[in-house]
T-cell receptor, first 116, second 113 residues
Framework: DSGVTQTPKHLITATGQRVTLRCSPRSGDLSVYWYQQSLDQGLQFLIH???????AKGNILERFSAQQFPDLHSELNLSSLELGDSALYFC???????????????FGPGTRLTVL | AQSVTQPDIHITVSEGASLELRCNYSYGATPYLFWYVQSPGQGLQLLLK??????LVQGIKGFEAEFKRSQSSFNLRKPSVHWSDAAEYFCAVGTNTGNQFYFGTGTSLTVIP
């Protein structure tokens, strides 16, 4: 158990809908990263938040957005869903407060999104 | 641009045989390098990491990796593979700011009894 939790584990929805994925980082970790893993694209970095602020963006679509709240949990919002958005979405956390470098990521179990 | 290449999509080895998974990276500064393992339906588990110092790093489950700056490589090795090692293996490079990580496309390992 990495200490990172993600809810829900599975999500089935229809095209055009909007969903929210939730991530709780390890206790004390300030950074949260979101990834999308699909069969044809591998593990794609989406976005990174550090202590509530966006720090880096990867291959994140405009239909997707994220935020990190004061309690450090994060939510990934996916809207206008398309069939191609079906994937595993992982959250990872790192950087305990007071340790700025030596980042290593701890991954949650993922949320499997199926868009029908 | 930063990137990670795992040239072997799929590797099959016999139980008890040695294993080497290849990883090449492209990064302008000193990289932070990682190997992760993913079992089916699971999240990624950190096997080992390299930040600095000794270029041969030891990880969990009997794995080790060697950083070779001249070859921009960080290959993962295990002297004797167990059936439970069958999984997907990912190499990753992290920027020194910690803001972004780049993952390879993964190598799927099959272990034959």
């Amino acid at each position: 158990d990495s200490g990172v939790t993600q809810t829900p584990k599975h999500l089935i929805t229809a095209t055009g809908q909007r969903v929210t994925l939730r991530c709780s980082p390890r206790s004390g970790d300030l950074s949260v990263y979101w990834y999308q893993q699909s069969l044809d694209q591998g593990l794609q970095f989406l976005i990174h938040y550090y202590n509530g602020e966006e720090r880096a963006k990867g291959n994140i679509l405009e239909r997707f957005s994220a935020q990190q709240f004061p309690d450090l949990h994060s939510e990934l919002n996916l809207s206008s869903l398309e069939l191609g958005d079906s994937a595993l979405y992982f959250c990872a956390s790192s950087v305990p407060s007071g340790l700025r470098t030596r980042n290593e990521q701890f991954f949650g179990p993922g949320t499997r999104l199926t868009v029908l | 641009a930063q990137s990670v290449t795992q040239p072997d999509i799929h590797i099959t080895v016999s139980e008890g045989a040695s294993l080497e998974l290849r990883c090449n990276y492209s990064y302008g500064a000193t990289p932070y390098l990682f190997w992760y393992v993913q079992s089916p339906g699971q999240g990624l588990q950190l096997l080992l990491k390299y930040f600095s110092g000794d270029t041969l790093v030891q990880g969990i489950k009997g794995f080790e990796a060697e950083f070779k700056r001249s070859q921009s490589s960080f290959n993962l090795r295990k002297p004797s593979v167990h059936w439970s090692d069958a999984a997907e293996y990912f190499c990753a490079v992290g920027t020194n700011t910690g803001n972004q990580f780049y993952f390879g496309t993964g190598t799927s390992l099959t272990v034959i009894p």
